[in-house]
């Protein structure tokens, strides 16, 4: 299982319907070959839910962070060092080329983590390569506050998408079913606790749940406490109010 945000020990996955459709996306990239873009507010858990939908992948993958303004090279330049391992300073067009039977050589998954930093010469350069008859690689796009805003200019390859998921906050019917699953100190919580929690700090977000749990285990730990209570929630919610 991939790690947790902050390693929290003993939480769960919570199996959410982004999470499986995210999970669907990425088998469906790998096994067809397809284009797919997981997008959503950062803090959602987009990423994690790729990291465990690549648990049981057999193809290769190659992961690339795309940095803020990234010069036009930058997409086939990454490419080419993760795949070969050297550096280049050939120019864009020459780097693709170089690239085509590279990439025509097996089955990959390609995964570009903070899309919404890339470039429309970036998208042009992927569609090119992936619409190559010879090139054999699945493309994810994994993309954080603005990327589906980025994706939608982007006709000709939107055009190409087979899945799109968009990640939200979880909703309080979420809340009230999944969190006490999540870990042991929500275990027979009442629900008043955790819709105070979700409305105070976490707001439905699962990276704000894993901070909150960090910080409430650590307080029945030292209270001698198997779960929350009115107190911990209290004293933990003040602890966070500066992130809220």
């Not at 290769?60 to 997409?75: C, H, I, S």
């Amino acid at each position: 299982m991939t790690g947790h945000f902050l390693n929290v020990p003993e939480a769960k996955v919570l199996i959410t319907r982004n999470f499986l459709l995210a999970r669907e996306a990425v088998l469906d990239s790998v096994t067809h070959r397809s284009i797919v873009a997981i997008h959503g507010l950062a803090g959602l858990g987009k990423t994690f839910a790729i990291a465990e939908a690549l648990a049981g992948v057999s193809v290769p993958v190659v992961k690339v962070v795309v940095l803020r303004r990234p010069t036009e090279r930058f997409v086939v330049a990454a490419l080419w060092e993760a795949l070969t391992g050297r550096e280049t300073r050939a120019s864009r067009s020459q780097i693709a080329l170089r690239l085509l039977p590279i990439l025509a050589e097996e089955p990959r998954l390609l995964i570009f983590e903070e899309a919404q930093n890339l470039a429309p010469t970036s998208f042009d350069d992927l569609r090119l390569l992936h619409d190559d008859d010879r090139t054999q690689f699945g493309l994810v796009f994994d993309g954080g506050n603005g990327a589906w805003e980025v994706i939608d200019r982007e006709p000709m390859l939107k055009s190409r998408l087979a899945r799109a998921v968009r990640f939200a906050p979880l909703s309080q019917e979420d809340i009230l079913k999944l969190i006490p699953t999540y870990h042991p100190i929500y275990e027979g919580v009442k629900p008043e606790l955790l819709t105070a929690i979700d409305n105070e700090v976490t707001r439905g977000y699962m990276r704000s749940w894993a901070v909150f749990t960090h910080n409430a285990l650590q307080l029945c730990e030292r209270a001698g406490k198997p779960r929350i209570d009115d107190a911990v929630v209290r004293h933990t919610i003040l602890q966070l109010a500066d992130l809220a």
